[in-house]
């Protein structure tokens, strides 16, 4: 097994509402991300953990919450969104640092629209 | 700066003809250099990636890139392209000792019939 699954691929939500991303992975990854990528950019790092731990947080509002909750899983958790946040939020997997010689695999990505 | 540039917002190309698309990083340390591409809607595939060794290197759907560290770029190439390569391309450059992955702006890549 060498994808990265995410669910759900699409997903309307309006501001008020509570929802989450899920990320899995099985290919003893041990390093897992969150991007956010606007229509024609390039994706921007939000998160990234590292065994399990919050290495990196870019900066990212609240209302963006992650959760690794063992080393195949990631959650997005999304309270009170803001139209602007609309965009495709993709996971990545890859080896910590020092072993990342096989890249970054990403998942499909989750399309969100808030309204 | 760490930056990565691709030089061309888009590319149209006949299907059949050869393609390169161009990259080019400012990095200060020792460079891991990835090409992704991304089909509409759909996440990043890593078509090949560059961390030492011959600097020519192989990809999956027939491409392939060059490391050039003289010229600091990292071009991608194939020799014939399909109406299926028409996609989202980007070039990333990350290091060792870190996460993160810069990225370029991206090059679409348009296939004329």
């Known amino acids: 097994d060498t994808e990265v699954t995410q669910t759900p691929k699409h997903l309307v939500m309006g501001m008020t509402n509570k929802k989450s991303l899920k990320c899995e992975q099985h290919m003893g990854h041990r390093a897992m991300y969150w991007y956010k990528q606007k229509a024609k950019k390039p994706p921007e790092l939000m998160f990234v953990y590292s065994y399990e731990k919050l290495s990196i947080n870019e900066s990212v509002p609240s209302r963006f919450s992650p959760e690794c909750p063992n080393s195949s899983l990631l959650n997005l958790h999304l309270h009170a969104l803001q139209p602007e946040d609309s965009a495709l939020y993709l996971c990545?997997?890859?080896?910590?640092?020092?072993?990342?010689?096989?890249?970054?695999?990403f998942g499909s990505g989750t399309r969100l629209t808030v309204v | 700066a760490q930056s990565v540039t691709q030089p061309d917002i888009h590319i149209t190309v006949s299907e059949g003809a050869s393609l390169e698309l161009r990259c080019n990083y400012s990095y200060g340390a020792t460079p891991y250099l990835f090409w992704y591409v991304q089909s509409p809607g759909q996440g990043l595939q890593l078509l090949l990636k560059y961390f030492s060794g011959d600097t020519l290197v192989q990809g999956i759907k027939g491409f392939e890139a060059e490391f050039k560290r003289s010229q600091s770029s990292f071009n991608l190439r194939k020799p014939s392209v399909h109406w299926s390569d028409a996609a989202e391309y980007f070039c990333?450059?990350?290091?060792?000792?870190?996460?993160?992955?810069?990225w370029g702006a991206g090059t679409k890549l348009i296939i004329k019939p």
């Open positions: 990545a997997s890859s080896q910590p640092q020092r072993r990342r010689s096989y890249g970054y695999t």
């Open positions: 990333a450059v990350g290091g060792v000792s870190n996460y993160q992955l810069i």
